[in-house]
């Protein structure tokens, strides 16, 4: 049958199974609203106050359902607002289409009204680009595109029309889309026993679990290969749930703000079997110090990731599921009782501290984490409360944090909240943010209500950049440089007059009140609580230190 463009990307949206659009209209992309407003009882559409919420949103739907976040946006800046939520999701390997429309071909390259090259801008910062011109070549593409999204390393691509393609006709047929498959041509048998070999005659082997581990749902063969290896574990900021939070194997996240008992621990091994994991700057800190007595065993699906950072002695190359089920079948029962017995003693003697006297943000998440049993979705900005939100709540499962650990997006955590909870609106969705964070995108507090979506916002309001004054305090001589926000913003009547229920908690015998009350509303909450500007993460390791030179506040005390 014959279809305009534009009822050709609402078919072919329908084909994926999309049933949530986040966006904002404008000139250039007014076709395929049109049609989309015709298909609005099969593809719910959320307008968000600003795109970049639109593609924070679609990140946080796709790391919550595991499925492909979409979002739309006209032309120029409707684009080039997209792009830090691209770039997000490019960084962090998650599945999102973003669909753009442009100026008619006849206008391009005229520097003609809200024209921009936007296949150039993202081309950095996507998995794939097109500028579709052609709209014979319309439906092709985006079920190309959709399928290099999911496949391998997952991550964002984006899609330009140009407008007259929107509105030009051709033949089209619905297509199912194919299954995506899992790499696992390049898992190779050599490799695989060399692996082996590894693992059974390692002392002090550690499990270091990334974010792959997570996009590969392989939560239950890495259960199965943690028991069979009897090692402990530790995770990234993007691991967090593929491994069990409560397991007493589990040693807490590694890194600057990783536990001492994770980063002794690694520095201690003998192996490190690394799985979906990248070895960022904040998790090895000196490169030439890491892991500086172990074999490192590298695991991933992206061969670019392979020694890029770190050299191995051994890596596969794969999907980690079925890397994980094949190393399973042949791996021998093991048991290193002398190395786990040093490893929990080091998880006692070093355990997570903070100021019991006080409010603070470790307190007000170990009472989340009781309330709701640990099973709600927590999403984060970036900063202090990021890093508590890792530390103090157990994550049992994966997609239960979603956060932005490669590009460090503040305002990333409000969108993705609103995405989380339109894919599991059976699940309590909370967004923990600092108050430097919540003025970015805090407009979308008003999308939250417009359509009455129940999220929860957390502010841990200490009136000041806190991570950035934490540096700035250990490391630039308490040369405050424009980090101090102690100016007249009422949060709480700011959420009240976009529509939202709010309070103000300054002491911690109101945490646990009013956290059952606003899980309770079914409706958008906003919580600001107070406390203190000179709050830190710890422990810590100073940028460019190797992370075993991990430091707490007593160690800090002990120097001075």
Known sequence: MELTGSQIVIECLKEHGVDTVFGYPGGAILNIYDELYKHSNEIRHILTSHEQGASHAADGYARATGKVGVCFATSGPGATNLVTGIATAYMDSVPLVAITANV???????????????????????????????????????????????????????IDITKDV????????????????RETENIREEDLQKALDLIHKAKKPFIFVGGGVVLADASNELKEFVKKVDAPVTDTLMGKGAFDGRDPL????????GTKTANLGVTESDLLITLGARFSDRVIGNAKK???NAKVLHIDVDPAEINKNVPTECSIVGDIKVVLQRLNAKLKQLSHKEWIEHILALKEKYPLKYNQEILTGPYILEKLYEITNGDAIITTEVGQHQMWAAQYFKYKAPRKLLTSGGLGTMGYGLGA??????GMPDKTVVNIAGDGCFRMNMNEIATATRYQIPIIEIIFNNHVLGMVRQWQSLFYG????????????????LAEAMGAKAYRITKKEEVETVLREAI??????????IIDCDDKVWPMVAPGAAIDEVFSEEDLEKKI
């Open 104 to 158: 008619g071909r006849n206008l391009l390259g005229s520097d003609s009204f809200q024209e921009v090259d936007i296949f150039g801008v993202t081309m950095p910062i996507t998995k794939h680009n097109f500028i579709v011109k052609d709209v014979n070549e319309l439906a092709k593409t985006i079920r190309t595109a959709f399928k290099i999204a999911k496949s391998g390393r997952p991550g964002p691509v984006l």
């Open 166 to 181: 929107t509105a030009s006709k051709t033949d089209y047929q619905f297509v199912k889309p194919e299954p995506i498959e």
């Open 250 to 257: 589990y040693t807490g996240m590694i890194g600057m703000h």
């Open 290 to 292: 890491f892991a500086k």
């Open 417 to 422: 909240c609103i995405g989380a909870k339109v």
């Open 478 to 493: 308490k040369r405050y440089s424009h980090t101090t926000l102690n100016d007249k913003v009422d949060f709480v009547k």
């Open 520 to 529: 309770s509303l079914n409706e958008p909450v906003l919580i600001d609580c």
